[in-house]
């Protein structure tokens, strides 16, 4: 759980390469999760939203607090000349819950996106409660946190001060398969 809003669930198989993600927020709006450096600039997000039932959900980058002008703030991949490395994409806005999935690889290839790997990982996320285009979050749907993707480990302490709740993210890995 990120904060008593947004809970992040995740499934790495190392053998082949792949991470597979899913997000649970509590909106019904935008949604974006992913590894990055302690702050907004620097985080590799994956962003999404549910439109009429439809799934939007592409790959950024984010190199400044602002929509993406001129190549510069929160950026599509592709627009960046990047690729989009959002794989078997899923979703649903239902009971009042944004839910979605994705996997991407490992590492991905990309130069425009961070590499999941072991040991604590410095991860962003952000949202907003109900507008489904990218625009900017509160100030109290957004933080930092650090995970380990490969051992479950979160590090609360190191957590932003968003009311962040330390939670047993083991626990959340072995849900995962009854989530959808
Ligand atoms: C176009 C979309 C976005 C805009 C215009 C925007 C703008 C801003 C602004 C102006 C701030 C400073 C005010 C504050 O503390 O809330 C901020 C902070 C922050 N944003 Fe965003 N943001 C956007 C998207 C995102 C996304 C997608 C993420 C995460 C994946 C994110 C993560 C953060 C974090 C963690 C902070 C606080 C730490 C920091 O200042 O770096 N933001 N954002």
């Known amino acids: 759980m990120l904060n008593s809003e947004f809970t992040i669930y995740w499934t790495v198989d190392e053998a082949n390469g792949v991470i597979d993600l899913a997000a649970k927020v509590q909106n019904n709006g935008w949604v974006a999760f992913g590894p990055g450096k302690g702050r907004m600039v620097g985080t590799d997000p994956v962003i999404g939203f549910i439109n009429g039932g439809q799934l939007f959900i592409f790959d950024y980058s984010i ?5 993406c002008v001129g190549g510069q703030g929160v950026c599509m991949d592709t627009v960046l000349g990047g690729t989009d490395d959002v794989q078997q994409a899923s979703g649903v806005f ?6 979605i999935k994705w996997r991407r690889r490992l590492d991905t290839g990309d130069s425009h996106d961070i590499p999941i790997v072991k ?3 410095d991860v962003s996320f952000a949202y907003h409660p109900d507008l489904k285009a990218l625009t900017q979050h509160l100030t109290t749907t957004r933080g930092t946190a650090k995970i380990n993707f490969f051992t479950g480990e979160d590090n609360e302490e190191e957590s932003s001060a968003q009311g962040l709740i330390a939670s047993a993210v083991v626990a959340i890995i072995l849900l995962e398969v009854s989530l959808f």
């Open 119 to 121: 040991g604590l990982m």
């Open 63 to 67: 190199s400044a607090q602002q929509l």
């Open 94 to 99: 239902e009971n009042g819950y944004t839910q």
